[in-house]
């Protein structure tokens, strides 16, 4: 047997198992991801805060679904898909974290040589880079997020903060959702946990689906309707 060979069976009995103890204690499982998510929701909605009320309002008014007109499938498949990409990243972040942390270890350890070497440093800097391009991409989310927040807050007359609680019903579930194996990422790195993090990735993914399907429906259908309450128009 070659040295992927036996790494891919190893990944994969190392996969089964983890999915084996998740569906025994699914609870205990998912509570800290749970909690380590909504703890980043929660940090990433006041930065967006922060960047709203730091930031000068675009006057230029532009459509907002649910409040000048009324949204489409379109604008729902829009959502979806934007958050499918945001859902990608993070579980890819996941699935390289599986990779840097237990199958290059593992592949290093039955080699020699020049390519022993490479595959012992390969790990720790691919957990570096995907540290390094998760904290650039919730900066940036938090960025842009806040920037049309600001504008947004701006075109209804109301305060960012307001705005932000009007969003509140689908923006938690959304973001919980989405930062889901990001969070089992966090916990089994500090863990050293890093042959779970493949059925780490699947657990996650099966979880997040169904919440962005109804939160984006939320989005659309019903957060626009307490916005406009709470902008008194």
């Known amino acids: 047997m070659s040295v992927s060979d036996l790494v891919l069976v190893q990944g994969m009995e190392d996969t089964r198992i983890a999915l084996h103890r998740f569906r025994q204690t699914p609870a205990r499982t998912l509570a800290p991801w749970l909690a380590l998510s909504f703890a980043i929701a929660c940090v990433l909605l006041f930065a967006v805060w922060v960047v709203a009320i730091s930031t000068t309002a675009d006057p230029t008014p532009f459509p907002l679904a649910g409040i000048t007109y009324d949204p489409t499938g379109i ?79 701006g075109q209804l007359g109301i305060s960012p903060a307001l705005l932000i609680l009007g969003l509140v019903p689908h923006a938690i579930p959304e973001l919980v959702a989405l930062f889901l194996p990001l969070a089992a990422w966090m916990i089994a790195s500090r863990r050293r946990e890093w042959d779970h993090l493949l059925a780490a990735t699947a657990v996650c993914v099966a979880v997040a689906v169904p919440v962005l399907l109804a939160s984006a429906a939320t989005e659309l259908w019903i957060s626009p309707g307490l916005i406009r309450a709470l902008a008194g128009v």
């Open 75 to 153: 604008d729902y498949v829009h959502i979806l898909y934007r958050n499918s990409l945001v859902l990608a990243l993070h579980a890819m972040a996941c699935v390289a974290g599986f990779m840097a942390g237990s199958s290059l270890p593992l592949s290093a350890a039955n080699r020699s040589g020049i390519d022993r070497w490479v595959h012992q440093k390969a790990g720790p800097l691919a957990i570096a880079f995907v540290s390094l391009a998760t904290l650039v991409s919730l900066s940036t989310q938090a960025y842009a997020i806040g920037i049309i927040a600001s504008s947004t807050a």
